[in-house]
């Protein structure tokens, strides 16, 4: 069967695709994309032409639908997003929000040894630590952290990058954070969606030229200490010394390399202390820096765009534990690196997620496929950090933003019940 131009499987069920079992079948990727289904991934190929699959059951057949939905259109070319950010800033949890806006589940690419690519129908999270030069023993004879660009392969990431976002696969390294060394490559296929997650998507101009949209988490040396603590103190029993240390370790070239890189980003999640009340160290001020005027990039605003705004919801239709006013949302203007950006920002707590769905209606430009959207992603990923703070909402608000991008872009839309 070969599907005409614009054909696009209705579902994962059998009848989008006429049945005859031992025959070949050839199949072809929609030039509108059919990428957009939420199967559960198997395995992925990338059509450029007509390619013949043997279906003989209907169990193949539904992986045949699944290779089709997960693969880019003829012609297509991934959309590739940048996510700059030190390590234990919260990539984590925001990139799986992300991936959730494409439907599917993401899991760690399946090649049954250690990696740190994560994959789902329609994305591919590649960790750029994996274009690490040296491997851990290299780097205690060089002298150098991680963070020095001359511990990167800049000249492979540009290669790799450029690779994938025509449309080809690679074989990708894999620097294993388990034992410090630096593996066999693995093979990553292209998906409609490609992140760069690490410390420097945007150091090296040929690559950072190479990202659709560039995004930076900016964590305060404050709060990034205060999360450390929580993982690396709480949660594995490192000494607060020794968090001490590592930090003013890295101080010098996080610094150096890796701060700078926030004034390439096209949007920037700040995470600071709040200011609702002196000397808490437990409520965040998290601020959404949207920089005006990027392609397919629409901010998102609090009532009415390009007005500065605060407002303070009442606790009957939004509870907060935290002091003071509990929370506190607010739209502003600012510069950013010499460019115009539209600010939103939330300081202070929301106790229920549920209860957001109030302050999710006062913003427009979300991003959102339907009124409460914002709401019901965030709940999906209740209790996870940040679930109940600014961080929870302005991710999520991200995500469908780069959903958005991707739609703008590709020229094709992701079905909201995909999600
Ligand atoms: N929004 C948040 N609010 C509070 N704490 C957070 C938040 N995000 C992350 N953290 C804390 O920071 C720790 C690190 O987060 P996470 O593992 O997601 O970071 P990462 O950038 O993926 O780290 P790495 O690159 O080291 O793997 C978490 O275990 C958690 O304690
Ligand atoms: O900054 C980092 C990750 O972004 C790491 O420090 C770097 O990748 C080295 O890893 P390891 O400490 O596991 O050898």
């Not at 199967?39 to 450029?48: D, G, I, K, N, Q």
């Not at 404050?222 to 709480?234: A, C, G, L, M």
Request: a neutral charge; hydrophobic letters at 35%.
């Amino acid at each position: 069967y070969v599907g005409p131009a614009g054909f696009v499987p209705r579902a994962r069920s059998s009848q989008a695709i006429s049945r005859s079992q031992g025959h070949a079948f050839a199949l072809r990727a929609p030039l509108s994309s059919a990428a957009h289904f939420g199967t559960p991934l198997a395995s992925r190929s990338t059509f450029a032409s007509p390619v013949s699959l043997r279906v003989t059951n209907d169990k193949e057949m539904d992986l045949a639908i699944q290779q089709i939905s997960m693969s880019l259109a003829s012609g297509q070319k991934p959309v590739v997003i940048g996510l700059a950010a030190d390590s234990g800033c919260g990539k984590s949890t925001f990139m799986r929000r992300v991936t959730a806006c494409f439907g599917g589940a993401s899991k760690l690419n399946p090649i049954g040894r250690e990696t740190n690519t994560l994959i789902s129908d329609m994305t591919t999270v590649i960790c750029l630590d994996d274009y690490h030069l040296n491997d851990r023993q290299g780097r205690k004879k060089t002298g150098l952290t991680a963070l020095d660009p001359r511990e990167n392969n800049f000249d492979l990431m540009y290669e790799q990058v450029k690779a994938l976002k025509e449309g080809k696969k690679i074989m990708k390294p894999i620097y294993n954070h388990v034992n410090g060394t630096l593996d066999e490559p693995e093979e990553i296929t292209p998906t409609p969606i490609i992140i760069f997650e690490g410390l420097h998507p945007f150091y090296d101009k040929r690559v950072e030229e190479l990202m659709d949209f560039k995004i930076y988490v900016d964590i305060t040396p404050e709060v990034k200490f205060n999360w450390k603590v929580q993982r690396d103190h709480e949660e594995r029993g490192h000494s607060i010394e020794s968090i001490k240390q590592q930090i003013e370790a890295r101080k010098p070239d996080f610094d150096a390399y890796i701060d700078p890189q926030k004034n390439k980003a096209d949007c920037v999640i700040q995470v600071l202390p709040t200011q609702l009340a002196a000397n808490d160290k437990t409520h965040l001020n998290v601020k959404l820096i949207q920089c005006k005027d990027v392609d397919h990039f629409a901010p998102t605003y609090l009532w009415d765009e390009g007005s500065d705004i605060e407002w303070v919801p009442p606790r009957s239709k939004l509870a907060s534990s935290a002091p003071g006013v509990g929370m506190k949302i607010y739209q502003k203007n600012e510069k950013w690196a010499g460019k115009d950006a539209a600010v939103i920002g939330m300081d202070g707590k929301y106790d229920k997620i549920d209860e957001m769905m109030y302050v999710e209606k006062q913003f427009a430009s979300t991003g959102s496929k339907f009124v409460g959207e914002v709401t019901k992603k965030m709940l999906e990923y209740e209790g996870q950090p940040g679930s109940n703070d600014g961080t929870g909402f302005l991710q999520t608000i991200t995500a469908l933003k780069v959903r958005e991008i991707y739609e703008g872009i590709a020229k094709v839309k992701v079905p909201a019940q995909a999600n």
